[in-house]
Nanobody, 125 residues
Framework: QVQLVESGGGLVQAGASLRLSCAAS????????MAWFRQAPGKEREFVAR????????FYADSVKGRFTISRDNAKNTGYLQMNSLKPEDTAVYYC??????????????????WGQGTQVTVSS
């Protein structure tokens, strides 16, 4: 089983950038597809971005496309989410998630079996 720990969140002004990290341990990280989700107060957890195990393919929610970049370094057992041009509506707790195998609904949070504890991102206007 893999354990995930996020870091890199914080309080920034609109237009700023942050890079989130997701450190994995206890499993073969390169075997896992990885994703980032976020959850704002009073809202459901929503898909942000995902990357295949080999980093061959990436996918994004329309709300972050062109501003966020997901990546991974399998040699370092770490995934990343580079967030640029942040907006107040990006404020949320950001979670990384992972799973092995083929997913029927890869943008659905229920498809992922492993989760980090989350890191808070707050964007002020």
């Amino acid at each position: 089983q893999v354990q995930l720990v996020e870091s890199g969140g914080g309080l920034v002004q609109a237009g700023a950038s942050l890079r989130l990290s997701c450190a994995a341990s206890g499993g073969t990280f390169s075997s896992y597809s990885m994703a980032w989700f976020r959850q704002a107060p009073g809202k459901e957890r929503e898909f942000v971005a995902r990357i295949t195990s080999s980093a061959g393919s990436t996918f994004y929610a329309d709300s972050v496309k062109g501003r966020f970049t997901i990546s991974r370094d399998n040699a370092k057992n770490t995934g990343y989410l580079q967030m640029n041009s942040l907006k107040p509506e990006d404020t949320a707790v950001y979670y990384c998630a992972a799973r092995t195998g083929i997913m029927v609904r890869p943008n659905y949070s229920g498809s992922y079996g492993y989760w980090g504890q989350g890191t808070q991102v707050t964007v002020s206007s």
